[in-house]
DNA sequence: TAGATTGTTAATCGATTAACAATC
DNA sequence: TAGATTGTTAATCGATTAACAATC
């Protein structure tokens, strides 16, 4: 029996090719042209065993004694990521986060491109922020089908979260970056990403208790 | 032999109990005065016994049939956390996303208080930021020690960053949460916490492939 | 009482870690 | 060649899941 796309790759894992490929186009920039697991896992303080595995997946083959080609390396991780061709995405929520979020250049590198923003705000509407355009809710329905749009990035008050996710599985969204800390209902179809603050605040919070009475 | 204090708890559970504090407390406000697990792991579609599980570690006591004394898990939650006493925080690089941060009012039922910002820019130093005083970096030395702060959140450029994390341990802070994709070299008496959002974008990104291509 | 829910003990699953052969 | 680094196979560890007795 062979089961060749069924090769699942963990989630650890997938979280971490992101920093491996960070790092990869620092190399790149300055004119390296092959990188070892020991110095990705030396930087991110991680088991060389574990960059090796990460890399692995990918697809990725390194030779003894040298390492990998940081060109390979780099369009292999893309790949896998999906991160090759850029994904356009609406931003539905424009207050302090969503603004920060359209406001931030590090998605690029993330394959990631935020075409317009969102928002209620009968003030907002019309405006640019950061250079991107501020329409109603509304328009989702008319622009995600026209723009082919398939993700949105959910910043809304969690008050609101719900019935705009709603809306955007109407429009015809597939995925949904979700910055509430609300659990979303949505169809099977439809996938989504919870981006959870209070989860590493609580995890920090409790290695400073730690710290702090000498445990 | 015995080991009290040695039953350590995974951090899978520690990132799940923000949740189930925010829930407990949304029932709180509705005068509810109990809760089963059976109703979180609906509401956070999460399998039961792991929510009995987690409720466990912080020591709460449920009785079958009834479920759990909302206001005695709020406060075992809340203990267990170190979110019964808040924390007071500075932030540090006010651009877009320390700005956000600055004005996100959720960090209150988190038991995080920011109390003021630091940046290099001139035109920002002596503004106020959402009612957030902003100072310049190096008054963290006087003020560090001076208002007792023990936790700092980075939200400066990543080239920045190490400087900057030097900076806040030679002034005494203690747990740094860091909102950079870099990886901070930190004596083993500082704690950090990594929030890494291209790590999140990975997953949905894997995961919009799988559906946008029907595997 | 009956049955929903808790809490515990055991089994499974998946990720990390260890050991080591292969090779440039 | 010697040795650093890769890739693979096995062992360990920890978290999730399953099974079930206890009890309000």
Redesign the interface.
């Known amino acids: 029996m062979v089961a060749v ?1 069924d090769k699942t790759i963990g ?1 650890p894992t ?6 491996y490929l ?1 790092l990869a186009k620092d190399l790149q920039q300055k004119n390296e042209k092959t990188v070892s697991a020991t110095y990705f896992a030396e ?3 991680i088991d060389s065993i574990v960059v090796r595995k990460d890399i692995a997946s990918t697809g990725s083959l390194g030779k003894p004694r040298i390492g990998f080609d940081i060109e390979e390396l780099i369009d292999n991780i893309e790949n ?4 090759n061709n850029t ?1 356009d995405a609406f931003l539905v929520g424009v207050g ?2 969503g ?2 979020i359209l ?2 250049q ?2 690029t590198g ?3 491109n935020i075409v317009a923003g969102f928002d209620v705000d009968p003030q907002k509407i019309g405006t640019k922020i ?1 250079g991107k355009e501020i329409f109603p809710i509304d328009k989702l329905y008319d622009l995600v089908p026209r723009m082919n749009i ?2 949105a990035i959910l910043a809304v008050p969690s008050k609101a979260a719900q019935d705009v996710v709603d809306k955007l599985v109407d429009a015809g969204i ?2 949904i ?1 979700n910055f509430t ?1 609300v ?1 979303l209902k949505t169809p099977d ?24 009475h000498h ?1």
Request: glycine share 8%.
């Open positions: 796309f989630i997938i979280r971490r090719l992101p920093a960070r930087i991110l303080d896998f990521l999906g991160w994904t302090n986060l603004s920060a406001g931030y590090g998605f993330n394959g990631l950061y398939n993700m597939r995925a970056w800390p659990k179809t439809i996938v989504t990403q919870k981006e959870d603050l209070s989860s590493g605040l609580a995890e920090l919070s409790v290695k400073l208790s730690k710290v702090l445990k």
